[in-house]
């Protein structure tokens, strides 16, 4: 007991530390509790000390690779010279991938290098190219950031080190590619492989230094809330199966801050982001570059079939085995598995694992066939199977797959359904380059078969569009930094106007509810009560195009269950006498961004007034955080050009997107502005009356889903319907009673992404 007690006073200082400590936990995670959450640390504070592992280094070393002269980057003034000094793209390639920076951080980007390195060839080539043709595109060199951030510690599939094991390389390919291209174009470029740097760029960002930032949906997620609104118009997410809005708008709704993180709410546009095959207008087509290499000389085309596959996996199928067998009794059977146990087969074939990219190459132009057995979906290695002569056989699915019924595509914001493994191959190319069969059909296999075997080796010819040849894609890239702008054009005219409101919580006033963009506008909280209401007085009176609310800030994630007592929110236009000229109710108030696009008859006003009348919980706060009034339209791409808009009128169930393709043209979003209008829809249609629908119901995935095909005309009322929701103008889309109104245009040839010169 005497030993026990001695003990304890020895200890005790450190117990009651101990104690003390522990009651502190959880006291804070009560508080935590009751508050609804704790307020993450700012940009600011974690650029002084990294909240992950340790001050910010000196940007000079770490993850930073940077290419152009006459630029001076945030790290240094890079000595390398540009394509357009040194008329050498190569000079400039080995400088710019023999940097320190590069070299001290081999591990991450040594896949891209090596096949930067391997087709500087077809770069030489584009240089060439882009000179001659397009010098427009070399005279105006732009300050570019390069993050991708599936090389980061975010990312939880290791690609730098897969990709030497059979792991995926569509990203990685695109990643090189874009990299490659803005090296041709003179850009200056930084490159940043660590997530956990990104707040150290705060001065950068706030400065505007950048004026393009490459990333993805993972590096996204690293900008931070008070980051993030400093480059959102000038953030570019590579996104290989695209994104839609009425997707995302779905799950702003539900989930706004898995919305925010996951899909990108808070950018500007969908065209921000870019995917790896021009299948959804609603995006950018970024695309990749098929190697273009000489057959080996000596190489004959033999009777032999390349499997499109690196793991195991994806051949266990009885079905897919007796595809297998089928095509095994004209064509030797070659594969490039790298992962897993094949097992025991009924058909005869070799098995060549991990292939570098030359003998993969040189296998793919001594064979006739690849083949497709139904996954991956829209990979490179069919397009540079394509550029080595071989004929393409793919699955085609005779129920089409999508979120709905395939887990591949759950949870992704797209609902695109896929009907062949490859659509790309099948819309644009077709055979006798491009086969899609049933391969469950072995009797539609079978005569696909007899079409290709009696062919002679020199029918197998290279087969390769422009938009995927590196000029084709240097100039898309160059088009893009040239053309494409998403910041916000027009003026705010509440900008430095009086407001006043209701009572407001102090140290808060009614002006500061009015900024230049959301990161320094601060929230004004009205106090509790039934009549709550914030109003700006514009000076003089003005015609008004557009109102935007924003209600909540990105940080406050849980505001929406604050303000979901609140009774209607109305908005209010009034002219010099107060007079009310415009009146608009939102009724949904899941929502944390509110644009009300104003009829074009409505008479100037100069008072914009919000109101949240019949409070039903007397001690809830409305939070006002952002206004912004504007006489002309916010956002007004001037790219493509709108000389180039032709209306189409699509049929029941059919997209814009499918409705311009059967004019041969495409879809072009941001051309919806333009016939998002009465006089418009009354000229394509025979409307009773227009109405401007927006969301009412923000659990209704039917109702966005109704809104999201808008503008166009219902069969069932009569009516010609705007659309009210600007997140929600798409090219996606159909619905079965509702024929769509649509903004098409053509395209230059094997360049889908440009429009006609």
Known sequence: MRLASRQWRRHRPTLERFATLLVGMLLGSVLTFILGKRLPPSASQIARHDSYSQPCPPLAVGDMVTSGAKIKSPVQESLTPTVAQSNN???????????????????????????????????????????????????????ILVFPGLLTERSAYDFASNAFKGGYLGELVQWSDLLAALVVLGHGVDIETSAKRIPCYVDQFKGGWYDVIYTDYIGLTSFLDDLLPYVKCRVRVLDSFGTEPAAVF??????????????????????????????????????????????????????????????????????????????????ELHLTVAKGFLGDQHYKFVNHGL?????????????????????????????EALAAGCVVLQARFEEPLSSLNNEFFRGKPTSRSLRTQHPYLSDFIGEPNVYSVNIWNLTEVTEVLKKIVGRKPEDFRPVVREEFTSKGFAVRIGTYIKNQNFCPLAEN???????????????????????????????????????????????????????????????????????????????????????????????????????????????????????????TVKDR????????????????LKWPEPKHLKVAVGELRESCVDACHRHDMVCEPTFFPLINREEVLKKNFPCSHFVQDVVKNSSST????????????????????????????????????IKRLCPCRHYQAEQVALPPQ
């Not at 996951?262 to 950018?284: A, I, R, V, W």
């Not at 993969?360 to 069919?382: N, Y």
């Not at 889903?705 to 103008?729: A, D, F, I, M, Q």
Request: glycine letters at 6%; aromatic letters at 10%; one cysteine or more.
């Open 250 to 331: 779905t799950t702003l709704l539900r989930k706004p801050a898995v919305a925010k993180y996951l899909h990108g709410y808070d950018l500007e546009s969908f065209k921000q982001f870019m995917t790896l095959y021009p299948h959804s207008p609603d995006n950018s087509f970024l695309g990749h570059v098929g190697r273009l290499e000489e057959s080996p000389e000596k190489v004959q085309r033999l009777d032999q079939a390349v499997v499109y596959g690196k793991e195991a996996y994806y051949f266990k199928d009885k079905f897919k085995s007796q595809f297998l067998e089928a095509i095994s009794k004209n064509f």
């Open 355 to 383: 292939l570098s990219s030359a003998n993969l190459s040189r296998l793919l132009h001594q064979s006739k066939l690849f083949v497709g057995l139904g996954f991956p979906f829209e990979g490179p290695a069919p397009m």
């Open 621 to 636: 706060f409305f939070v006002l955080c952002n206004v912004a009034v504007y006489a002309n339209p916010p956002h007004v």
């Open 493 to 615: 005219i509440a900008l430095g106007k009086t407001a006043s409101s209701s009572t407001i919580s102090a140290p808060h006033k009614a002006n500061e509810a009015v900024s230049h963009d959301l990161s320094q506008s601060k929230c004004v909280w009205l106090k509790p009560g039934e009549r709550q209401w914030w109003s700006v007085d514009l000076g003089f009176q003005s015609p008004i195009h557009t109102v935007i609310l924003d209600l909540v800030t990105d940080w406050m994630t849980r505001l929406e269950k604050w303000q979901s007592h609140l009774g209607p929110l109305v908005i209010l236009l009034l002219d010099s006498g107060k007079h009310i000229v415009a009146r608009h109710e939102v009724t949904n108030q899941d929502r944390i961004s509110h644009t009300w696009v104003v009829s074009d008859h409505t008479p100037p006003a100069r008072y914009v007034k919000v109101e949240a009348v019949n409070n």
């Open 702 to 737: 039917a109702e966005v889903t109704t809104v999201s095909v808008l503008p166009g005309y219902s069969v069932l009322s009569g009516k010609c319907c705007g659309n009210g929701e600007r997140l929600l103008l798409a090219c996606s889309g159909s619905s079965s009673f």
């Open 89 to 143: 793209y190569n000079d400039v390639l080995h400088e710019f991938l023999e940097t320190d920076a590069f070299q001290k951080h081999g591990h991450k980007l040594a896949w891209i290098k090596k096949r930067v390195v391997s087709m500087s060839a077809q770069w030489q080539e584009a240089s060439r190219y882009l000179r001659q043709t397009h010098p427009e595109l070399l005279t105006s060199r732009k300050r």
